[in-house]
């Protein structure tokens, strides 16, 4: 047999995306001559300031299309009047963070760093080093969040405090630039991103691969913050192959990748099956996070080689905080991506937007007032919160179980008031907080039987599903969930937190526990005090 290479993933020249770039600056870099040969000389500088750049720019800013994606629910005649509730705010949002100030999640993500140096590229450093820099930059010196632990024992961790370390790999290609693909991976997506070993059967007809999608995609839920890209990614000649495929799938990476299968050794992307994964999405009845159509707005399918023994089959997300940005170094300087800076230019379509005026909460009138209250609204029902909320998250939860462990009670403050699960962003001067959204639910859930026992934890803020034994423990204890928007995080800073004030375990960063008072800040039932759920 005679030999002949074809690439893995070969691109299409023809249908490849337009990136429209713009110039950071044209120093740091020059062409010398070596042996007659021409090479592109990089100072280390230049990779420091790239990546500071790209990362600063992707936690304000979104794409353009991305943008235009979730204004197209405000006119699908299909959507729930929850859904383009979700848009409207998702879009002043965008408003808000492309000021500069406020980054668009709270969450800011881990820095990934994909870098495809040509073979005519010198830097004569190690470029991790300098990327690495580049990151501590953008973390330590704007109002970003440091999400990052660092073990010291296998059980104990310590917050790094400059969201180091980054996920950075560099790859060797031909030419005289340097290509880059960055993402600011959030953990509400990064959790959801899944990998199922199957075999051969599952393509046995087109039927039994919709089914197993079908219930793989409508288990993701809503914890990551849809509306989603979702990526699906069948075969591949390792699972680790496989799942990184769909971490570049989902970030629009792989767009120009060829749609043609023929047969050779080669991956391809599936456009019947990109519809396919569309209409599961729709049909799901999740929507934009609280019921409805858009559970996603655009997907991904990729089929890939695979070992006759192994079928690797990878699904994630990129959510609605949709952080990935392209880079590159040339012998004309350094470029980013260009991003959308104006996405207040949606601001009529949001302002035309009629939405039913919803029920005021009062926080503040006690517990059991509160949730008297609460039980006079359906699951579903969208509500205005206007009081006090406790702030506590994962490891605050985990000390407040070892306090009860040890025979010591609860604080008064997680009785009296409702609990919203969060951790803001670095907040900027004069604001009283930073970046503000919900984290997701479920990572509670082991907590919450045992809290409410004892009179906390009554009423529940966050995001995302929860199991049947957290709809149990509110049947039992008179409790209830609420919802609010994920990825509206600039949104709730600046439009409904009033006061912040650090309560306890200051030690934790931005998982201390913190009281806040918030004005109209909107809410869903999810789940109620008589076991009934909204999903």
């Not at 691109?11 to 120093?27: A, G, M, N, W």
Request: charged letters at 25%.
């Amino acid at each position: 047999m005679k030999f002949a290479y074809v690439p893995l993933l070969p691109r299409e020249k023809q249908s490849k995306p337009k990136i429209e770039y713009e110039k950071i600056t044209e120093k740091f870099v020059r062409e010398i001559k070596i042996r007659k040969k021409t090479f592109l000389e990089v100072e280390p500088e230049a990779l420091r300031l790239l990546a500071r750049e790209a990362l600063a720019r992707v936690n304000f800013y979104f794409r353009a299309s991305h943008l235009e994606n979730l204004a197209s629910i405000l006119d699908d005649p299909e959507a729930s009047d929850n859904d383009r509730f979700v848009a409207a705010m998702l879009l002043k949002n965008a408003i808000i963070s492309a000021e500069g100030q406020l980054p668009l999640c709270q969450d800011t993500g881990t820095a990934n760093i994909l870098g495809y140096k040509g073979e005519k590229v010198l830097t004569g450093v190690d470029d991790v080093r300098y990327l690495s820099h580049g990151v501590f930059d953008a973390y330590t010196s704007l109002n970003l969040r440091a999400s990052q632990n660092a073990p010291l024992s296998m059980l104990d961790e310590i917050n790094t405090g400059n969201n180091l370390p980054a996920q950075v790999e560099i790859f060797s290609t031909t030419g005289n630039e340097y290509q880059f693909y960055i993402m600011a991976k959030g953990g509400g997506s990064s959790n959801k991103t899944a990998l199922f070993q199957e075999n051969k059967s599952l393509l046995a007809d087109e039927n039994t691969l919709y089914e197993f999608l079908k219930e793989k995609i409508k288990a993701i839920g809503v914890a990551a913050c849809p509306p989603y890209r979702i990526a699906v990614v069948v075969g591949g000649l390792s699972p680790e192959m496989n799942v990184k495929t769909v971490k570049l799938a989902s970030a629009g990476f792989l767009d120009d990748l060829t749609p043609i299968p023929t047969g050779k050794p080669h991956g391809y992307r599936d456009l019947e099956w990109e519809k396919k994964v569309l209409r599961i999405a729709r049909e799901t009845g999740l929507g934009a996070q609280f019921g409805g159509v858009a559970l996603a707005l655009e997907s991904r399918v990729i089929r890939l080689p695979r070992h006759g023994g192994s079928l690797p089959v990878g699904i994630g997300v990129s959510c609605n905080a949709d952080r990935n940005i392209r880079a590159k170094i040339t012998k004309n300087g350094i470029f980013v991506e260009k991003l959308d800076r104006n996405p207040a230019r949606f601001l009529p379509k949001i302002e035309s937007l009629a939405l039913e005026k919803v029920p005021s909460i009062d926080l503040d009138q006690g517990i059991e007032g509160l949730v008297q209250e609460l039980s006079k609204y359906p699951v579903g029902a969208r509500l205005s919160l206007s009081g006090t909320l406790i702030v506590a998250r994962d490891i605050a939860h985990l000390r407040l179980k070892k306090m009860l462990d040890e025979g010591k009670p609860l604080p008064d403050y997680f009785k009296k008031f409702a609990v919203y699960y969060a951790g803001p962003a670095q907040a900027p001067r004069g604001m009283p907080t930073g970046s503000f959204g919900p984290t997701s639910a479920q990572r509670m859930d082991s907590y919450v039987e045992e809290f409410m026992k004892v009179g906390a934890s009554r009423v529940m803020l966050a995001k995302g599903n929860r199991s049947d034994k957290v709809v149990e423990a509110c049947r039992r204890y008179r409790g209830f969930y609420l919802g609010t928007i994920g990825g509206a995080a600039a949104l709730v800073a600046r439009e409904h937190i009033v006061s912040s004030e650090l309560l306890d375990f200051a030690d934790l960063g931005m998982e201390a526990i913190r009281k806040i008072v918030v004005k109209n800040l909107p809410a869903f039932i999810i789940f109620d005090d008589k076991g009934n759920r909204l999903y």
